[in-house]
């Protein structure tokens, strides 16, 4: 009987060993996985799958900001690739809702400040005409919010550097003054150190595809 | 011991690699459908796949039996199914349904329209009424387009479904704005009193409204003021007309917005030509603070002040038709403080109230007048979804009106006392059909008598894009404070509204059709000796709006048309006949392009009513006679010189056409004949030009919508 009673309860012991602190390299495997699957996405509905993994997996781990993190980010990808308007529009909305996250590390505030920004310029092109004004307000709000908080952040810079870019080009006026943005940025993202393994590091192909345009 | 951890290990990976399920199904939508990319996960673990094409899923999974599935995808609402057997995790068939609650999904949407990005019927945006030509940034002026109204130019107030002017009632926050117009001298039209950039949205309906709104007996315009920037913000602005200057910034969580004015007509009214003698040129100052608070659980408190003073000094003709001056001066402060939260989960409120305190000096024909205007005004509602289906709103508004008046000598003044409760319940019956019942009462003070208004409004989907809707009511309000001030006794006039709508709308074109039919009773009716309440009167129209913002590459417009018969035997009418503010046809269409390579909005605006009805007096006949129809063509230009600066123009009535609003009769001792001459606008043609700046932490903020 006693020697049950002590298989029972190290059974159990065992058992919420592996739930909790057994999960954190699970979590950080199956993070990074999912995290270099979706790297290799190409379309919206690869995207969709992406972030849909990853929500799957913050479901699972409420207390965890990065699964948040990359469902958004995914969504946002999807979101941009999505053929109707309304597709789009469905996915960043849900991509803003995941964005929204109540957190109290000012770091990762402004990481999904800079992500929010970001589904607001991408709104804008489903309907520029009547969205320009207040969305472009509504976007540069947020990726100013990201930088008050993390000066040194290369996505914010990037993304700060890429609306600068799409309203020079809007206004006609020279982009050329805004490539030292994305040498900055630029230089941000190299000097950048990585807080965890799964911190957002996307920043240096989009800085690179603009440099490519600079040219 | 060891042995024994060594043991479980193995019997537990054992366990778990023979447990390994393989999970398949399909996931479909009420249409039989397949859903791609929909998310179905194991709970409590990492385990699941998304949905294909075919909405066909298939995984593995380590965790043993018994699990639960959920099932979710984006607007649908997220399923469990609980397996426990082997035998069911083959070919599950998921059905997900629309995650709208039939209540989110009823909208009612007859004789209204709405501006702003929040509501689901966005039929026009705040930025679509500030860029209409022809509207100079008065919001009235860009409503005037739209079907149902009138344009008055003598007036420039709101004309609605045959209605006057007094029976358009005009909110801020939900709060009651006494006076929302400035004042001027007789057929000297008015603006309103607030610049459409204050608001991120308005509501305006021309019937059938929702028992939380009375004291109106045609129409409902409610302003939802604008939130505030998130970094300062100062805006200038340079016009032919005057200067504004605002700034705004907020600090934690209160931000404030204050701005000045200052109007000057003189300059401009130089250089135009006009068609009346001025003595003094309309000028007018204004000052406006606007606060609000976020509260950490969700509560908000607004207050919104404002004071304005405007004045103007102009030759017009007497009752015998000489040339007098007519002198205004008008001062206004207007509050208001609103605060909203919730209690609760399912339960929110809204409360408030406003101070009106407007006055006007006036000398006519060398009589000195003083006329002072004083109005609170409290209100309370709480509304909450008691149900999936039934959400429920209560409120009680009460309101304290005066009116003063003083001149050589005579004093005289108004106090009234205007208490209401109602209630309202939205029920979706089902996913097509639901409506709206409500109740509302008022009780006036002065003669202690209540009066009863039910009203009911309902639409049935008939599919995705198109809808009938049907509104009737009740609506009542009080007789103009003038009138109150020499006939006591009287209380309320009466409306009753019918409106049978339908409407057929895709993401960039809508189409509404509307029939209606009002009648009036207890209206003001002077009898050779005493007044009385017998007078009466209908109108009854067809409303027609077409907009379209897809045909045209960069281009949006629309085109409104509205039938109006209405008659009306009223104050001294000898008999009914069509009222002197009525246009039978009504006809607005406005178009707007944008020209990326110019980085410019072009606009125009037509408008057009066929003539509207004025009496002859010494015949026997009543109003029979028609002034010329009215038409004018406006254009406009905005240009976007830099991301924060924009430059403006536009001309209203290019081809300067000479409309007439009605004509004024004089006595002509001694001759037995009357004169007489046509009441026209100010200009046949106006010029106006401006620049706005933005100086913000934010670069690309612009003042697009402040034209």
Known sequence: MKKKSILLTLGIALAVWQVTSASSPKFMEAMQQKIGQMYQSQTSQEFVDA???????????????EPVYYAAYSYINAGMRAETPEKKDQLLDRALELANIEMAGTTELAEFAVLKGWVYSIKISVDPANRGQEYSQKAYTEIGKALQMTPENPRAAFMKASMDFGTAKFFGNDPS?????????????????????????????AIGYYLQQCK | MKKIVILLFNILAAASGFAQLTITGNVLDHNNEPIWGANILVKNSYDGASSDENGSFSFKTDEALPVTLEISYIGYRSQQIHIAEKSETDRLSIHLVEDVSNLDNLVITAASFEAGD??????????????????????????????????????GRLFVRGGDASETAVFIDGMLVQRPYGSSAPNIGVRGRYSPFLFKGTFFSSGGYSAEYGQALSSVLALKTEDMPEFPETNLSIMAVGLEAGHSRKIDRTSFHAEGSYYNLSPLFSILPLNHDWEKEPSSGSFLLHVNHEFENAHHLGIFSSYQTNNLGIYQRNEYGQKALQQVYNQNYYVNVNAKGPIGKTWNYRAGGSFTFNEDDLQVDSLDLSEKENSGFAKMVVEGEVSESVSLKFGTEFQRYSWHQQASGLKRSTPVTIGAAYAEATWAVSKKFGLVAGYRHEYFGPSNVGFAMPRLSMAYQLSKASRVSFATGQYYQKLQANDYLKFRDLDFSGAQHYIL???????????????????????????????????YGFARGLDLWWRDRKTIKNADYWISYSFIDAERLERNHPVSAQPGFVAQHNLSVVYKHFVPSLRSQIGGTWQYNSGRPYDLPGDNRFNDQLTKPYASLNLNWAYLYRQNIIFYASVSNVTGRQNVFGRQFYENPGQGQMNSSPIVPVYDRFYFVGIFITLSADPTKNQLDTL
């Open chain 1, 51 to 65: 972030a849909n993994a990853f929500e799957r997996i913050a479901k699972a781990e409420p207390e965890k900001w």
């Open chain 1, 177 to 205: 003054g805004i490539c030292e943005q994305f040498v900055k940025a630029q230089q941000l993202a190299e000097k950048e150190e990585m807080k965890s393994p799964l911190w957002p590091s996307w920043a240096s192909g």
């Open chain 2, 118 to 155: 929040e509501s689901k019927s966005t039929h026009l945006s705040s930025m679509d009424i500030v860029s209409t030509a022809g509207a100079l940034g008065d919001i009235n002026g860009a409503i005037t387009t739209l079907p149902g109204s009138t344009v008055n130019g003598e007036s």
């Open chain 2, 501 to 535: 709508s339908y409407q057929w709308e895709n993401r960039d074109q809508m189409f509404r059709a509307e029939l209606y039919q009002k009648s009036y009773d207890d209206l003001l009716l002077n009898a050779q000796s005493a007044a009385n309440q017998d007078g």
